[in-house]
């Protein structure tokens, strides 16, 4: 993966995942999301709600862009039903100044989780990922707290918010 082609990130990339702002090598960023894509897919089906979310996060991490559309296209057009996880994670190079197997397994549980069913295929999915990466069970289950605290979280917000005094 060589490409020179970059996405530059956002101050939300700092302020979400404590990273700063460095830009990504653009086949990097691809490979990463045929990942994402192929997990989010593992139950039989890519629903729109998971896709959406994708796309929502990476115009919020990403400065909007001709290799940021270009990415998302590239994206919409990849055949997730006959990926193989295992064969496009060998290829990424994780030079990354956060730890990158970790953020890509909870982007991957966040993505699965945004059509309101985080399926058993989708979670072994993510497990599978998660030892090809060397990443512990035990942070893939702090990961889904994570995710289901956010909900929560957001929910309760939401719920504060429509309320009237």
Same mark, same amino acid.
């Given at each position: 993966?060589? *490409?020179?082609?970059?996405?530059? %990130?956002?101050?939300?990339?700092?302020?979400?995942?404590?990273?700063? @702002?460095? @830009?990504?090598?653009?086949?990097?960023?691809? !490979?990463? #999301?045929?990942?994402?894509?192929?997990?989010?897919?593992?139950? #039989?089906?890519? &629903?729109?709600? =998971?896709?959406?979310?994708?796309?929502?996060?990476?115009?919020?991490?990403?400065? /909007?862009?001709? @290799?940021?559309?270009?990415?998302?296209?590239?994206? &919409? $057009?990849?055949?997730? $039903?006959?990926?193989?996880?295992?064969?496009?994670?060998?290829?990424?190079?994780?030079?990354? @100044?956060?730890?990158?197997?970790? *953020?890509?397994?909870?982007?991957?549980? $966040?993505?699965? &989780?945004? /059509?309101?069913?985080?399926?058993?295929?989708? $979670?072994?999915?993510?497990?599978?990922?998660?030892?090809?990466?060397?990443?512990?069970?035990?942070?893939?289950?702090?990961?889904?707290?994570?995710?289901?605290?956010? =909900?929560?979280? /957001?929910? %309760? &917000?939401? !719920? %504060?918010?429509?309320?009237?005094?």
């Amino acid at each position: 993966m060589s *490409s020179e082609k970059t996405i530059q %990130l956002s101050k939300y990339a700092k302020y979400k995942y404590g990273v700063f @702002p460095q @830009p990504v090598n653009f086949e990097v960023g691809v !490979a990463a #999301g045929c990942v994402l894509l192929a997990i989010a897919g593992a139950d #039989g089906e890519l &629903r729109e709600e =998971e896709i959406q979310w994708y796309i929502d996060e990476q115009e919020m991490l990403a400065v /909007d862009s001709e @290799p940021l559309q270009e990415y998302l296209e590239t994206l &919409r $057009k990849f055949d997730w $039903k006959n990926a193989n996880i295992e064969e496009i994670l060998s290829g990424i190079k994780f030079d990354f @100044p956060i730890n990158f197997s970790r *953020s890509m397994l909870y982007q991957a549980i $966040k993505m699965s &989780r945004a /059509d309101g069913n985080y399926h058993e295929k989708e $979670k072994a999915a993510v497990a599978k990922a998660a030892e090809i990466l060397g990443v512990e069970s035990s942070v893939v289950l702090s990961l889904e707290s994570v995710a289901e605290m956010e =909900e929560t979280a /957001d929910r %309760l &917000r939401i !719920a %504060l918010f429509e309320t009237e005094v």
